[in-house]
């Protein structure tokens, strides 16, 4: 595997610098036995062989779209999709494969090693049919019935991705902007330098930079504009720069992004009343792999609602009588299985339930004894279970914990178009969670 890598590494400088330097350090031996352990399934040689090289990829592609997995997130992914195997979401549906893999919709022998950001995978089989190979690489589409054997081995698919690569040209160099600050020169070679420059608590700095790459035609540059002018309160800017994203939502690798850009726009209708232009841009073609207009459309319906104060909070929710018969069953049940590895994810799973069945006093607790259950967006979601201040006050202390998915994501939209935090998401507030360091974990990337 050591081989594969180096040509793959060849290939990678010459292709991309920013897809070379995503290759992240080797795994600990440790970590990988604890994710098989974890899995109850042996990871095969040429797979720990790979992982003892590169340990996956940051937020970077490897192939065709494809980003290798770390090891802590491959047990992570394995853990999602099982818990909706134990939970038969899966039961109904059926396969249509060649017989070399399970005819199950997805199997808990396969161990996730690549995702597209679209909700699917390629993964390592461990339980072939007798017409399969221990180990082959199986394609898992999660809207479509197709299965694929994409190689007999995973040493196999990896020297693929080294021949395909090779094939590739090298993407267009990116233009650097300099930007002169107080009696110091900033220098951006290229748009994630200015969204990490954000990220680190400079938003305006960031701010110029990222306007400059937009006219050079980033499209990521322009979603984060959007983005830092919605927190910034500028919506007729939002207005004005969201077409260049939502017709182009196939330069973002995870739809998150434009995804946010159409909750953004449907708060800026609301508060500059200009439905007439959120109807137009609602009626631009949608980007290829996005229904930009459809999203834009229930976010509009939802802050219309909200902004009239017509929506009720209990609307969509459970009947108190509901949740209690929900929360008596999971007491008695208790937690599934693929959250019982550890404690800590015993208690993150049964904070997020007592907060999906109401159970305020369980939530309130688990969060006050053990902060690490309530990350971010748990605490978005429960703000409406306290006084502004108090909501506003949970909320800031866990903004180290917000895990957007990609560059583009400069700040947590969510806090201005939740239809409660956006009622108390004050000015000096949208400033305070913009000049905060946040995303701390990649700030590694090389600003050269």
């Not at 919506?235 to 969201?242: E, F, K, P, R, Y």
Request: net charge negative; with cysteine; aromatic share 10%.
């Amino acid at each position: 595997m050591q081989r594969t890598w180096t040509r793959i590494e060849k290939e990678l400088t010459r292709i991309s610098t920013d897809r070379a330097e995503s290759l992240r350090p080797p795994a600990d031996n440790a970590i990988i036995k604890e994710a098989s352990k974890a899995m109850d399934l042996e990871m095969p040689s040429d797979l720990v062989d790979s992982l003892h090289v590169h340990d996956g990829q940051n937020n970077e592609t490897l192939f065709e779209g494809w980003r290798a997995l770390s090891t802590a997130e491959i047990g992570q992914q394995w853990k999602a999709m099982k818990h909706l195997y134990d939970e038969g979401v899966f039961k109904e549906f059926e396969t249509d494969n060649d017989g070399k893999m399970n005819s199950d919709w997805w199997c808990p022998g396969w161990i996730p090693v690549f995702e597209n950001g679209f909700g699917d995978l390629v993964c390592v089989d461990t339980s072939p049919t007798k017409r399969g190979r221990m180990g082959q690489v199986v394609l898992f589409l999660h809207d479509d019935a197709e299965r694929f054997v994409l190689a007999n081995s995973f040493k196999t698919w990896m020297q693929k991705i080294a021949r395909e690569l090779a094939k590739t040209d090298a993407d267009t160099p990116a233009q650097s902007v300099t930007l002169t600050s107080g009696d110091r020169d900033l220098h951006f070679r290229n748009a994630k330098a200015a969204q990490l420059h954000a990220m680190k608590g400079h938003p305006i700095e960031a701010l110029e930079a990222l306007e400059q790459f937009s006219i050079l035609g980033d499209s990521t540059a322009q979603a984060s504009v959007i983005i830092l002018r919605a927190c910034l309160g500028e919506w007729d800017a939002v207005l004005q720069h969201a077409p260049d994203v939502l017709i182009d939502t196939e330069t973002f690798f995870h739809l998150n992004v434009p995804f946010e850009i159409a909750g953004l726009v449907a708060r800026a209708g609301a508060e500059t009343a200009k439905w007439s232009r959120v109807a137009e841009i609602a009626q631009l073609t949608p980007g290829r792999y996005g229904n930009a207009s459809k999203w834009l459309a229930e976010s509009a319906n939802e802050q219309r609602d909200a902004f009239g104060n017509a929506i009720s909070m209990a609307r969509a929710k459970r009947s108190q009588g509901q949740n209690e018969e929900a929360w008596a069953k999971y007491e008695e049940d208790g937690v599934p299985p693929t959250y019982s590895q550890s404690e800590e994810r015993r208690l993150q799973h049964r904070f997020k339930m007592a907060v999906a069945y109401d159970r305020r006093e369980v939530a309130l607790e688990l969060a006050k004894s053990h902060p690490n259950t309530c990350e971010f967006r748990d605490a978005v979601d429960i703000a409406h279970w306290f006084d502004p201040d108090q909501a506003w006050e949970l909320i800031s202390s866990r903004l180290d914990s917000w895990h957007p998915v990609a560059y583009a994501q400069v700040a947590p939209p969510e806090l201005i178009t939740n239809t409660v935090t956006r009622t108390w998401m004050t000015p000096e507030r949208c400033r305070q969670i913009l000049e905060s360091p946040r995303v701390r974990w990649w700030w590694d990337f090389k600003n050269k």
